[in-house]
């Protein structure tokens, strides 16, 4: 690759390159060391490609963790607001299940009281018939009695 160039050209690539040339180094030794340099520019890119492929994988990888962490924490949130809203539904009909049996209690007993208030008219229905009863008796055998009386 360099079979035709100079010792001052070797030298001038080498300072492109950033290298420190000794000038008492022959046209051997500075095309050896420029061979080593690209190699070691070479190693140095492919070090730098591979740091640079892993630090994509390794952002690659931290997104799909935090995508996974966000999709779990959005799922926990959809969890618990159904959680939330099925204990408010339980609470609800906990509620309506006591205002119901309240309703029927407060039924149970008017009716209760209207069967006593019925009761207690009939009972005082069938005693006003059977003081009736007992006077028309009265009345008749007064009457009988009045009847024989006279005969």
């Known amino acids: 690759m360099f079979e035709n160039a100079t010792k001052e050209d070797l030298v001038a690539v080498l300072k492109e390159m950033g290298e420190t040339v000794d000038s008492d180094l022959r046209i051997m030794e500075l095309k050896q060391k420029l061979m080593l340099t690209e ?6 890119e492919e070090a730098r490609h ?4 892993e630090a994509r994988l390794k ?21 618990a607001g159904k959680e939330s809203k099925a204990v408010e539904e339980r609470r609800n009909a ?17 009716l209760e009281k ?8 009939m009972q ?22 009045r009847k ?3 005969e």
């Open 124 to 145: 005082h229905v069938q005693e006003e018939h059977k003081m009736r009863t007992i006077a028309e008796k009265h009345k008749c055998l007064q009457e009988e009695k």
């Open 114 to 121: 209207e069967i006593w208030l019925v009761q207690e008219q």
């Open 50 to 53: 591979i740091a640079e492929k």
């Open 59 to 79: 952002a690659v990888k931290e997104t799909k963790i935090l995508e996974a962490r966000c999709k779990a924490e959005e799922e926990a949130g959809h969890k």
């Open 94 to 110: 906990q509620e309506e299940m006591k205002m119901n049996e309240r309703i029927t209690l407060e039924e149970e007993t008017r």
């Open 39 to 44: 190699k070691e520019d070479r190693a140095k």
């Open 148 to 150: 024989t009386m006279e």
